[in-house]
């Protein structure tokens, strides 16, 4: 029975930028639980695999619980003093321009906002820039160049009313799984709706495809301008639209048409049939909402890919209409409120241009500011290149670790470490930046602030505590404005409450717009700290108390551009002139194309999600797709260890051959760090090469070489603590129920196994422990007890370990008194009571493999069977395409 004690939170997802709801109850006991919210518009009770498992992640192991200074810990008084102290110092000998903050779309709006009055308003330096920077950064600087705002035109709704979706580098099934799964629901009800996936790889997202355009890299330029033309020539456009609300349409066609349909199949890689198919589509579809991710932005041609792509919707008229529109989905929970503060170096808050001269005006009289910037601060490549060079003396990094995400990352590593004074505010304590911090800041977690998030479709949503902050950690905005008073702009930054925060940013938002900007909250300008805990989710715009009610309920459906009236000085959005360039980047030393990019349940570098055992069984290690004739030509078999090379540096790394992947070309996600991999650091890969008009890096067209790393024993453990050191050139650990695993190899075999197992483990010399060696046949298995509970258990073999990752991880759970279960764990296998689940296919309800192929052989034929016997893929959905290759291949098996 439910205890007057228990409590449910109604909170924000601090994972991607769909901004799902989610109810956190709280128990009597203090266990956390969490589940959708069911109320709320973006996500309607569902969760992705990461929501479902935030749980596991809010646990103390590792929190940064105090300040402190080179190591020591230290107060609170005297750390913001020398911190605020450095920083006025700093900027009074070398002027505001030699400091910096680097930030994140982890913070919340209030803190994102504060960050920035302090440093464009206050400092007077615009040297602020986000890790946003990262990822949606180009998508900005297209719709500025297009419509005059950073402006998102659509909803959430638009892509269940759409008849045609074109997902242009977006593997949306796992990296928005929540928006992947009310696409799939719409269609399901509406069999005719087609759905386009332009991607190099044939990801999990191409199964719900009804066309998959495996595109050359950075093709999707020469893809959508010859799209253009093709319209053009076919008398598939809008001449009304185009007359009445946009300009430059002449000049964008004429270089659109110098490329024809042999020229865009040879820079695209596809075939003329395919273009002539995917465009015939794209003209007789009406309702056509074209989604584009990381693909698009992650480019140093991401922002002519943008506006390539806008070019289409606004030659038809496709834009601000009910299932029509360009459509920027965010990587970051706040990246959308990011750009509304002015989070980047290139933009004033309040959707403000800084190169404006009267929005600096207004933005300073509003603030009552001394210096407000007057020239765009440093991008983030661009400022991590001032702190190597010494122009940068001062630097703050707040919830990000761009250490391991910054491209060229060894060099953003090495700039750091020589950085006169670099501030860190974390959660963690250690991170790969965090260590190199002389000062270090304890930062409140997500279910310990308040705050507010905005999410891909403009809708303001509440972040909620639901637990006490730790130890003596602080809110991000409370610490940034302790700074600014000791800094000595008190009177700017007295806030008391993240509600006041809030009200500001919604009356600058509002202060003198006569609706000459597109972002105005300005009905939120005077809410108190009672509404502010009551707040439901809204979309902006919201200028007046009757429509921020309107939108506070919920009901808003707003969109923007259908009749025009754009944000640029006629009103009228701007055709962009674009002519494809192809950038050949491979040479004979490095003759692959790497893409980098996230799997479904890790995020980030896994500050958060390495917490979670469950995240950790989908995929636990680094590695690199590639497809079979590439892996036979470098001699590479699958499951091997490879090293992947680029002219900046080197990582090993797990080959996953599989045909998926596009001839030519490698992927390998970005989350590890050198707290999970001896050496999976992937941007370490990745060069500065930046888009010329967003600053934003390419991420996803390195080249690469790869080969087989020459092996001569593989390994598996699992055990109860975290290895302090592991004495091995590969390994990658991941947290598991009861412990820790570790994948491992080696090259050389000849090794004292047992002394290994023993450091491994932390087993004292001498030990209880169980061993079997053939050394002629290369396999060694041991296993160390600490009564009757497993310490840890090693598999060595010449090749890959064979052993069930599941089954091992489950003996650190089990009693093991007697000798036959001992043996069992020396034999690698379970019992025949003991069915092996195999490989985690579904996280959410932890079924395996030989589970759902179990499932099969009993006659359960559909993705839909799977999951009523089981449940798997029936939350998130993002196995549900792994799901039906299982199925596919144990018909195929029962065939033969």
Not at 407 to 419: G, H, N, Q, R
Request: charged residues 20%.
């Amino acid at each position: 029975m439910e205890t007057e004690e228990a409590r449910e939170v109604r909170t924000t997802c601090p994972y991607c930028g769909v901004g799902c709801g989610v109810l956190a109850k709280v128990a009597a006991d203090g266990q956390v639980s969490v589940r959708g919210d069911p109320d709320h518009p973006a996500n309607f009770g569902r969760l992705c695999s990461k929501g479902s498992a935030l749980a596991e992640t809010i646990d103390l192991d590792g929190r940064l619980l105090y300040p402190e200074i080179h190591g020591r810990r230290a107060g609170w008084d005297e750390t913001l003093n020398l911190v605020a102290s450095t920083f006025s110092q700093t900027i009074a000998e070398h002027g505001p321009d030699a400091v910096a903050f680097y930030v994140s779309g982890q913070l919340l709006t209030e803190d994102y906002y504060i960050a920035n009055k302090l440093m464009k308003g206050f400092v007077g330096s615009a040297n602020i820039d986000t890790n946003s920077r990262l990822c949606m950064a180009s998508s900005v600087a297209g719709h500025r160049r297009a419509f005059g705002s950073d402006t998102v035109p659509g909803t959430y709704e638009d892509l269940e009313l759409a008849d045609l979706i074109v997902l242009v580098g977006s593997n949306l099934a796992w990296c928005h799984p929540v928006l992947y799964q009310r696409i799939a629901a719409a269609r399901e009800k509406r069999p005719e709706m087609k759905i386009v996936l332009v991607d190099p790889r044939r990801t999990m997202t191409a199964d719900i495809a009804d066309m998959h355009l495996a595109i050359a890299p950075d093709g999707d330029v020469a893809l959508f301008t010859g799209l253009f033309a093709w319209l053009g020539q076919h008398n598939a456009l809008d001449r009304a639209y185009i007359t009445a609300h946009t300009t430059g349409f002449g000049q964008a066609l004429f270089a659109a048409s110098a490329l024809d349909l042999a020229g865009v199949a040879a820079a695209t890689g596809l075939s003329e049939d395919e273009l002539g198919r995917f465009y015939s589509l794209f003209a007789a579809t009406a309702k056509t909402v074209t989604v584009y991710s990381q693909g698009v932005n992650q480019s140093s041609s991401g922002t002519d890919k943008v506006n390539a792509i806008i070019n289409c919707h606004l030659a038809t008229g496709r834009i601000g209409r009910p299932g029509a529109g360009p459509f920027s989905v965010t990587g970051q929970p706040n990246a959308m409120g990011g750009r509304e503060v002015g989070g980047m170096a290139n933009m004033l808050a309040g959707h403000m241009e800084i190169e404006n001269p009267d929005h600096r005006d207004r933005v300073r009289r509003f603030w009552n500011a001394p210096a407000v910037a007057r020239k765009p601060g440093l991008k983030a490549v661009e400022m991590f290149q001032a702190v190597a060079d010494g122009r940068i003396k001062a630097l703050w990094i707040m919830a990000t670790n761009p250490v391991d995400s910054m491209p060229d990352a060894d060099a953003v590593e090495a700039a750091i470490k020589a950085c006169p004074f670099v501030v860190v505010s974390d959660v963690l304590a250690n991170t790969d930046t965090v260590r190199h911090a002389h000062v270090r800041l304890p930062a409140a977690a997500w279910g310990e602030k308040d705050g507010t998030v905005t999410n891909s479709e403009r809708r303001i949503s509440r972040q909620r505590a639901f637990l006490p902050a730790p130890g003596e950690a602080r809110p991000d905005w409370r610490i940034i404005a302790e700074v600014g008073k000791r800094m000595g702009f008190g009177a700017a930054f007295a806030h008391e409450t993240p509600a006041e925060v809030f009200a500001e940013h919604a009356a600058l938002s509002g202060f003198e717009n006569d609706g000459a900007r597109d972002f105005d909250i300005g009905a939120y300008a005077g809410i108190d700290g009672e509404d502010y805990d009551a707040l439901a989710p809204f979309q902006w715009p919201a200028s007046s108390p009757a429509e921020g009610a309107q939108a506070a309920g919920g009901s808003s459906s707003s969109r923007f551009f259908a009749d025009g009236d754009f944000y640029t000085h006629d009103r009228k959005a701007r055709f962009i002139a674009i002519r494809p360039a192809t950038e050949i980047r491979t040479s004979p030393d490095f003759p692959l194309i790497l893409n980098t990019g996230r799997v479904r349940d890790h995020w980030h570098t896994m500050t958060r999600t390495g917490k979670s055992p469950r995240l950790s069984q989908h995929i636990a290690e680094p590695f690199v797709e590639i497809h079979p004739a590439d892996a036979q030509h470098h001699g590479i078999g699958d499951a091997d260890i490879v090293r992947v090379a680029s002219l900046r540096g080197e990582v090993l790394v797990r080959a996953l051959v599989t045909p998926r992947q596009r001839q030519g070309s490698l992927f390998a996600p970005m989350h590890w760090t050198d707290q999970f991999a001896a050496r999976g650091r992937l941007d370490t890969l990745t060069a500065p090469l930046t888009d010329p008009v967003s600053g934003q890096p390419a991420l996803k067209h390195v080249a690469a070489r790869v080969e087989p790393f020459a092996a001569k024993a593989f390994g598996f453990a699992v055990m109860r603590r975290k290895p302090a050191s592991i004495a091995a050139p590969y390994w990658a650990v991941a947290k598991c129920r009861g412990g820790w695993r570790v994948e491992l190899a080696f090259a050389d075999d000849d090794i004292d196994w047992a002394g290994f197992a023993g450091s491994l483990f932390g087993a004292p010399p001498g030990g209880d422990m169980l061993a079997y060696h053939d050394r002629d046949a290369g396999q060694h298995r041991i296993a160390a007890f600490d009564g009757a509970q497993l310490s840890g258990a090693l598999f060595v073999a010449p090749g890959p370990v064979a052993v069930s990752r599941g089954w091992a991880a489950e003996q650190l759970d089990e009693i093991h008194a007697g000798q036959r279960e001992r043996f069992r764990i020396v034999a690698g296998r379970a019992g025949a009571d003991r069915p092996d689940a195999g490989a985690i296919v579904c996280s959410c309800f932890n079924v395996g493999a030989n589970q759902i192929a179990a499932a099969v052989a009993g006659g359960c034929t559909s993705v839909e069977a799977i999951g009523s016997t089981l449940k798997a893929g029936t939350n998130c959905g993002s196995c549900r395409a792994e799901i039906r290759a299982i199925i596919q291949a144990s018909r195929v098996q029962a065939a033969e």
